[in-house]
């Protein structure tokens, strides 16, 4: 058997509203928990598009059908009109889904401006942002997150800091193969990261022959019991546009492959935890850089 960890980024007001209620019927029909990482701030992805302009960007919307994937009202959301407060009014949504036994962290308070601007935000803003996210998403579910996972995978040493002053039990902020206690400034953080081992949706979609009718095949080849496995799926595409192709994949990750999916905190268990650092690296389908393990692990 491979334990494996499932986490769902929930970015926008669509994927809370339609895709999450979806993901929590299908993972309860094949007895799957999960760990849920909900934008709570105002949805404003919309304003993304000015990164049309980037070659690459451009390249995986097409490649991705992005369009057709995510819908009219997530490409312009934010852009003409003021982002609605996902986490207002989606309260009931988010409340329900830890209702049904799965684990809720912050994912992020807005989306589009952690995305665009982490780059050139400091201390100040950093700590406002997680503030803004873990009081909101307190008031929902009457206690607070004990986990988060910042948007696109765009950390950096100063957001590790901050993060040490809320009570997260794990954060999931970069990319690698093994559970580690970040270095930062020579100083061991407080707070382990679980990092996502495998590749998303949209980096393999239209990539070296993969196609919606063998991505499930060639996504079930890549985990492997002898490594750290944790796979990232977003309440927009496996819970609108691919939910029928997902139901497919647990399925199949169940009865032929022999995965069982479990929500990131129990991977934490019984293991030993080393330490390394993050660092900035391009991966393949991926516009711009992630936050990975120093050593490639």
């Known amino acids: 058997m491979i334990k494996a960890g499932l986490r769902i980024d929930v970015d926008t007001l669509r994927g809370t509203q339609i895709g999450v209620p979806n993901l929590c019927r299908t993972l309860a029909s094949h007895g799957v928990k999960a760990s849920f990482f909900f934008s709570v701030g105002p949805d404003n992805m919309g304003r993304h598009l000015w990164r049309l302009l980037k070659p690459t960007f451009l390249w995986k919307m097409m490649r991705t059908r992005a369009v057709s ?3 009219w009202d997530i490409i312009f959301r934010g852009t003409f009109w003021p982002g609605t407060l996902i986490g207002e009014r989606c309260a009931d949504i988010i409340k329900a889904t830890a209702a049904a036994g799965h684990e809720c962290g912050l994912h992020t308070w807005d989306h589009h401006e952690w995305q665009a601007y982490i780059e050139d935000i400091g201390p100040f803003e950093i700590q406002e942002s997680l503030s803004k996210g873990v009081e909101a998403l307190t008031k929902i579910l009457g206690t607070a997150p004990t986990c ?7 950390c950096n040493d100063t957001v590790l800091l901050e ?3 809320f009570s997260f039990r794990y954060n ?3 990319r690698g193969g093994k559970i580690f206690y970040p270095v930062v400034e020579g100083r061991t953080l407080s707070v382990p990261q679980i990092p996502v081992s495998l590749p998303t949706y949209d980096e393999l979609l239209g990539r070296d022959g993969i196609t919606n009718e063998n991505y499930n095949d060639r996504l079930l080849a890549m985990f492997d019991p ?3 496995n944790v796979l990232t799926i977003h309440a927009e595409a496996e819970g609108n546009a691919c939910s029928e192709m997902f139901d497919k994949f647990l ?4 009865e032929k492959e022999g995965i069982k999916f479990v929500p990131l905190c129990e991977l934490l268990t019984g293991i030993e935890i080393g ?3 993050i660092e900035r690296r391009e ?3 991926r516009e711009g850089w992630v936050s990975c393990v120093a050593k490639g692990a």
Do not use: H
């Open 69 to 71: 994937l995510y819908g």
């Open 148 to 154: 988060s996972a910042v948007p696109g995978w765009k």
């Open 163 to 165: 993060k040490e002053e």
């Open 172 to 174: 999931s902020d970069c």
């Open 226 to 228: 002898k490594k750290l």
């Open 251 to 254: 399925l199949d990750a169940r």
């Open 275 to 277: 330490t390394d650092l």
């Open 283 to 285: 991966i393949p389908g």
